[in-house]
């Protein structure tokens, strides 16, 4: 198929593309690389354009003979969307419906959409079913929750096939180590953990460790960047006319702070100090997927089941590229 990405440059997006173009689909990313890296495309697949851009979207579109679109341009750091919020309802939201509205004018009807765990808010049942109330507690969660019924308004008016696939936490990096995480500033554990291992920071600070929790901190969900693409995929395959897949991507497994920032210790090597600090605003204590629905849907099953495996790539990109892609040869 003739995929257009848009986001393919940021993290999630670019390690799709290179997956995407392994199983021998042609693919254009669309990005106006505001958070995203030209280096982690591959040369010539680059349309830099913004979403709020109708007839760019629609006209590479048409010229391209796109037949569906992975949609993963948006923002997604929880503590910015309170900050400011103008960015996530501008980007995230208003955003994604230019962009399916310039889908409907050449008329491409299929779409995948990169949701997030945020928008189920703090449920207190773990593991999280795709039948927990949606509530979300944050801009960036309700952000995507609106992009979610939109797609099914659109799927019942015009026919749209889409698939929302409600990421937990993205972990991981190609095991070649030459895609992965490059954020800045960096806010995520397992980036900034490692970065303690190779002497950019001193300390990991561990936000709490007073949570209802058996070592007291914070419990995720970590599923590998790899197995993300590969749903998405999965999902491509899968998409019906009027009707929309929503499935959570996470192992089932959940990892306390603590115990990821061991699973570092472990594979680097590297003594990795930690001190504890407060709380950070608006983390629930555990986030874990009940994973069921997905392997049922999309035939899908991580391949990346332990946290130490899922930090061994990231290690690996982490350790050759210190400063990320702005890391010389
Ligand atoms: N943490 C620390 N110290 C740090 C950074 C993180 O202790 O320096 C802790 C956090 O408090 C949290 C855990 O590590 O308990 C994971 O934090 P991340 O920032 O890596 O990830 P989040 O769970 O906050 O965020 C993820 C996704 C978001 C999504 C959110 C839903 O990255 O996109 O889950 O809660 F919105």
């Known amino acids: 198929m003739r995929i257009l990405v848009t986001g393919g440059a940021g993290y999630v997006g670019s390690h799709c593309v290179r997956e995407l173009l392994a199983a021998g689909h042609e693919v254009t ?67 994604s419906f230019h962009l399916i509205e310039a889908m409907r004018t050449p008329g491409v009807s299929k779409l995948v959409l990169s949701s997030t765990t945020a928008t189920y808010g703090t449920p207190e049942k773990m593991p999280i079913a795709e039948t927990t109330p949606q509530q979300p507690i944050n801009p960036y969660g309700f952000s995507k929750l609106v992009v979610e019924r939109m797609l099914d308004d659109y799927a019942h008016a015009y026919g749209l096939g889409f698939a929302a696939l409600r990421y937990f ?52 969900d970590y599923v ?53 600090a407060p709380r950070r605003p608006g983390d629930p204590p555990e986030l874990v997927a009940d994973a069921r629905l997905a392997r049922e849907l999309l035939g899908w099953t991580p391949q990346y089941e332990t946290i130490e495996s899922i930090v061994e790539t990231a290690w690996a990109w982490h350790r050759s590229h210190p400063q990320g892609y702005a890391t010389k040869a």
């Open 29 to 95: 990313v669309y990005d106006n690389l505001s958070r995203g890296h030209a280096a982690a495309v591959p040369s010539g697949l680059l349309v830099e354009g913004e979403l709020s851009d109708e007839r760019r979207i629609a006209s590479t579109l048409t010229e391209r003979r796109i037949d569906a679109v992975m949609h993963f341009a948006a923002f997604a750091l929880v503590g910015e969307s309170v900050a400011e919020p103008h960015l996530y309802y501008g980007n995230n939201v208003l955003g």
């Open 169 to 220: 936490n993205a972990a991981g990096a190609s095991p070649v180590g030459d895609l992965g995480e490059d954020h800045d500033p960096e806010s995520h554990l397992i980036p900034i953990v490692l970065q303690v291992a190779l002497g950019q920071r001193a300390k990991i600070m561990i936000f709490g460790d007073d949570y209802p929790t058996p070592d007291g901190t914070c419990i995720r």
């Open 224 to 276: 590998h960047v790899l197995d993300l693409a590969a749903a998405h995929l999965a999902a491509l395959d899968r998409l019906t006319p009027g009707r929309g897949i929503k499935c959570n991507l996470g192992t089932g497994r959940g990892y306390s702070v603590k115990q990821v920032i061991d699973a570092c210790r472990q594979i680097t090597g590297h003594a990795i100090p930690a001190e504890t």
